[in-house]
């Protein structure tokens, strides 16, 4: 099953996801960072880069973009 990263918690909002994406998939509000699930491409950019390791990869049917930090 195909799994994209989400975040699912302790996000710091330092912004490095927002920045970094290639897909322009990831967007901040007052919850934190969250990923668009439709513009990801799974590149793990994101993932790999977040000094708090708030982001995981989960199942696409498991999730959704109300997912918070
Ligand atoms: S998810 Fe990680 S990299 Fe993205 S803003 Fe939050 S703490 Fe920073
Ligand atoms: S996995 Fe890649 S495309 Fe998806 S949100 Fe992270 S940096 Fe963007």
Redesign the pocket.
């Known amino acids: 099953m195909k799994k ?2 989400a975040v699912v918690r302790g996000c710091t909002f330092c912004g490095t ?1 927002v920045f ?4 322009d ?2 967007f901040m509000d007052s919850g934190g960072a969250h ?1 668009d699930q439709e ?9 790999r880069n977040c000094a708090s390791e708030a ?1 995981s990869y989960i199942s696409e049917n498991t999730t959704d973009n109300s997912q918070n930090c």
Do not use: D, N, W
């Not at 970094?20 to 897909?23: D, F, G, I, Q, V």
């Not at 513009?39 to 993932?47: E, H, L, Q, R, Y």
């Open positions: 994209k990263p996801c970094e994406c290639p897909e998939a990831v990923i513009k990801c491409s799974a590149c793990g950019i994101c993932f982001i």
